[in-house]
């Protein structure tokens, strides 16, 4: 049976524990590649959102993509990077949550995912829910419930 602190703690709201969207290195819709694989690369970060002025979500971006987009027969042809765009090559279909979401429903999606975008009702970008994040509050938790 579970008991009352589980229950509590998977029912915690993510809202409290997202990085700020201020916080995340994204990219603009109509931002080149080589713009987005070169802040990909400084930032080290595997994956970032791509956002169009008013914040909305629209894709996720990653240089695996962006380096599928432009592999030639025989070589990587560095020189499409300036002249193609985020939103011909970024994936559509990527894990998000909705601002107000407890970490159960986190947990089960960042089995697969090393991070999910964070959105409000208007598909608005507030930031990301790493798994970073639900580890150390997990461990927190456990470590709790041994003091108990
Ligand atoms: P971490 O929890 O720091 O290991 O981050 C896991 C992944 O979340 C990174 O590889 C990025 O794709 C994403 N991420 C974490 N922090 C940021 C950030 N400040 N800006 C953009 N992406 C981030």
Redesign the pocket.
Known sequence: MISVQSKEFLETKIDEHI?PSE????VQMGNNLEHALLLLTK?G????PVLDPQYKLHGLLNSALITESILGLEKIEYEKLENKRVEDVMMTDFPRIRLGENFKKAMDLLVDN??LCVEDKDGVFEG?F????MLKQLRGYVNRLNHL
């Open positions: 990085i916080k995340v290195a994204h930032s970060y595997s994956a970032v090393n991070f990301i790493t798994r970073r994040t």
